[in-house]
């Protein structure tokens, strides 16, 4: 399990750097418009007669999000005032969110109401790595019940994550689309653009695999158990 972990570690790692390897080239390439991502989000958000949604700025790098419990658009500085490519594609994609809240599309709707279980099962599986360490036996846990616990949580998770990939990548396309019709990324930019989030989608998916094989690992742990 130790040598998977550090698999998928390495991966997201690559992943991430490509990432930002990506962001900050086209983080050079400056919009003929010169808009900045707060005009594009505000202006994609109107185009879409989303008027209940606030643009706001939030400290960090690559912090951008769409928050649907206070409907507001988070970007990061450089972000929020930037006028660049990248700009553009990550203020397009988290506007993207809010359309999807808007519209009620199904997998938003769904990943929104898997929070609290995802917290839930997060602690769960905090919770029982700990006692792993200290000794189950000394809880009153047998070994085959803490797998079960930790393959049912793993499972939401699991779950989660795989339902989080529609949702990125919808958010991208619908992202991209508008990006293209508006004009404000055209030829060489529109692809740059599309380059910039088709890495951002990869770190979701590499996630997914992840956790896929976690469960796959958990499943065949207790399974290995059950026949001795």
Not at 202 to 209: F, Q, S
Request: proline share 3%; glycine share 6%; charged share 15%.
């Amino acid at each position: 399990m130790i040598i998977i972990l550090l698999f998928f570690m390495g991966v997201g790692y690559f992943v991430q750097w490509q990432l930002k390897k990506r962001f900050t080239r086209y983080g050079e390439v400056l919009l003929p418009s010169g808009l900045t991502g707060r005009q594009i989000a505000e202006r994609m958000l109107a185009d879409h007669g989303i008027y209940d949604v606030r643009v706001i700025s939030v400290p960090g790098s690559l912090s951008d999000h769409y928050n649907p419990a206070d409907k507001t658009v988070n970007l990061s500085p450089e972000v929020y005032s930037g006028q660049s490519v990248s700009a553009a594609a990550v203020a397009a994609h988290e506007c993207g969110h809010a359309v999807q809240h808007a519209t009620a599309y199904a997998w938003l709707t769904m990943r929104s109401k898997m929070v609290p279980m995802v917290s839930f099962s997060s602690q769960i599986m905090n919770a029982l790595f700990l006692l792993s360490i200290l000794g189950v036996a000394a809880f009153g846990l047998n070994y085959g019940l803490m797998i079960q616990l930790i393959i049912a949580a793993q499972a939401i998770l699991t779950v989660f994550a795989l339902i989080t990939l529609p949702v990125e990548y919808d958010a991208s396309n619908r992202a991209l689309v508008w990006l293209e019709r508006t004009s404000i990324t055209v030829g060489m930019q529109q692809d740059q653009a599309k380059d910039a989030l088709k890495w951002a989608a990869r770190t979701y998916l590499v996630a997914a695999i992840a956790s896929v094989t976690q469960l796959v690992y958990y499943i065949m742990l207790y399974m290995g158990r059950s026949d001795d």
